[in-house]
């Protein structure tokens, strides 16, 4: 049997209890962070509570080697955790999809994921999100505008946005949400410079919920204006970013009271 486990958002206390009897059951248990991480707890912690020894995968052992598939042919029953919901990353699903051909058993124990936590605690409404994007770490030769294109998009269409943050743990880089809105600024900017102002429509303006540490107890959501909330300290990883579309009452009360957007936004209704 090979298991795919969901952590859940923070720490070793997210797992469900059908999570935990299942890395209790288990021969050997594999696990990959580099799709998502949990800042609240350690290996030890988890080794401590399911009560055996974790084999953390670099992402070739995972992606290349599937060394936790090696074993599952070998009729041992293995699991397989990450952090979040095991199945939100692609490469997971494509594990998957590889086991039921190869005739593995399998079951997949969800955890809470950003993908809903996100938007439930920036109190937009879930129904009105349009498409995720991901800003990543840019480099000299890789900065693509999609991220920026792709809020643009649900906002034309009255769709809030997720943003989800670059992640690179084997570097211990963690993108923040300063870093997010940095990034679309320049990406505004540079679309002014090559004559595109008609595209160019998230700017400093733009109302912009930064999101950070969802699932800890200290959890931070601060709305505001991407010009006020660009300087604002969110503290450590991880962090993501909400861009609402046309508000609904409820939602902009919301924001008002729970997120310290500014009162102005309710006279926009």
Request: proline share 3%.
């Amino acid at each position: 049997m090979l298991y795919f486990v969901g952590l859940g958002l923070f720490d070793e206390k997210d797992i469900s209890l059908k999570g935990l009897k299942a890395l209790k059951s288990v021969e050997i248990v594999y696990a990959e962070f580099f799709t998502s991480h949990l800042f609240g707890s350690s290996f030890k912690a988890i080794e401590e509570l399911i009560g055996k020894e974790i084999k953390v995968l670099n992402r070739h052992e995972v992606e290349e080697e599937n060394v936790f598939m090696k074993e599952a042919i070998k009729g041992r029953d293995v699991a397989l955790i990450t952090g979040g919901d095991p199945l939100i990353a692609t490469t997971h699903t494509d594990f998957l999809v590889e086991a039921k051909k190869k005739g593995i058993e399998t079951e997949v124990i969800h955890g809470s994921s950003i993908l809903s936590s996100a938007p439930g605690i920036s109190g937009l409404q879930a129904y009105k999100f349009g498409k995720v994007t991901t800003i990543p770490f840019p480099d000299e030769n890789f900065f693509p505008q999609s991220p920026y294109m792709a809020i643009a998009n649900n906002l034309l269409n009255d769709a809030h946005t997720l943003v989800l943050l670059d992640i690179q743990a084997h570097k211990n880089r963690y993108m923040t949400v300063n870093q997010g809105l940095e990034y679309l600024m320049k990406v505004k900017d540079d679309l002014i410079s090559n004559g595109k102002d008609n595209e160019a429509i998230i700017d400093e303006n733009t109302l912009a919920i930064g999101i950070a540490r969802v699932g800890s107890k200290d959890v931070v959501v601060r709305a505001d204006k991407i010009g006020e909330l660009i300087d604002f300290d969110f503290g450590g990883p991880l962090h993501c970013i909400a861009i609402p579309s046309k508000l609904h009452i409820v939602e902009a009360e919301y924001l008002v009271e729970v997120c310290g957007a500014p009162r102005e936004i309710l006279d926009e209704i």
